[in-house]
């Protein structure tokens, strides 16, 4: 049987965000390789909403494919890996099941965050995550030693996904579904936001209100092309920001003036 293969230069975790547009159409699996996925489909389909350059190919295990490719990822202290594999020998390990929900490792915006999270005193601190996504930063900031974590996501496959990662991993993670509003009057002694510039520009007053006063807010998912604009929007709500821009994208560490 003849399956169709999209290659496309985008990687696993941009093509995870339109991943129920995939499903829609057939989608298999999908693989990623040096910063680049093919995904996977019974027939071709031209609507698919990315590039890409489609090739007819023999018939595979999508799963196992699938499965083998996923490798983990050491960040400093903390290694992210699939629960199939055996984490390497590191301080801080953290298994996650790469389902429907953004947050492997692999992304540089997720790898800055765990960079920060490991930069930033933790112990006995409450952290808040929007956008948690599978919920791997929330859970690093818990095995980091923060006291207690809030993880919000709008999308309930992410809401299950962070759930049942919290309880491989033996943390206890409160996720609840929605935004900022699910935690409104409350504040956190650091608040990580790995979303995008149009959703941090949305979010940027109710993420200001959710700092505690010497709390930190830590920013990435911005592109460094669109990183004044989130400079911008930060310094408007009141915060003294610090950016660290990467290779294509920026993090932002934020406090209150």
């Known amino acids: 049987m003849t399956t169709w293969a999209l290659h496309s230069p985008l990687d696993l975790d941009a093509c995870n965000l339109r991943l129920p547009a995939f499903e829609g159409a057939g989608l298999l699996g999908m693989v990623e390789q040096d910063g680049a996925t093919t995904l996977y489909f019974a027939e071709r389909v031209d609507e698919v909403p990315i590039p890409g350059r489609w090739e007819a190919i023999a018939d595979t295990d999508w799963n196992a494919a699938w499965r083998a490719s996923i490798a983990p990822v050491v960040v400093g202290r903390v290694a992210v890996h699939p629960p199939w594999l055996e984490p390497p020998a590191v301080e801080v390990p953290l298994a996650i099941e790469p389902a429907q929900a953004f947050g492997t490792g692999h992304h540089e915006t997720t790898a800055a965050c765990l960079t920060a999270l490991q ?3 933790l112990d006995g601190r409450r952290v808040l995550d929007v956008g948690t996504g599978t ?10 030693g923060a006291a207690s974590a809030v993880g919000v996501d709008t999308d309930p496959v992410a809401v299950a996904t962070a759930s049942a990662n919290a309880v491989a991993n033996g943390l206890a993670l409160d996720v609840r579904e929605g935004s900022t509003e699910a935690v409104a009057g409350d504040s956190f002694d650091l608040v990580v936001a790995n979303l995008d510039t149009a959703t941090v520009s949305a979010l940027a007053g109710d993420l200001t209100r959710a700092l505690a006063r010497d709390g930190v807010l830590v920013v990435s998912g911005v592109s460094v092309e669109r ?6 929007v930060l310094t408007a709500a009141g915060l003294v920001t610090d950016a660290r821009p ?9 406090r209150h003036g």
């Open 135 to 144: 919920g791997v930063l929330a859970l690093a900031a818990l095995r980091l």
């Open 246 to 254: 990467g290779v294509e994208w920026a993090l932002v560490l934020a």
């Open 119 to 121: 930069e930033l005193p």
């Open 227 to 232: 990183l004044d604009t989130v400079l911008g």
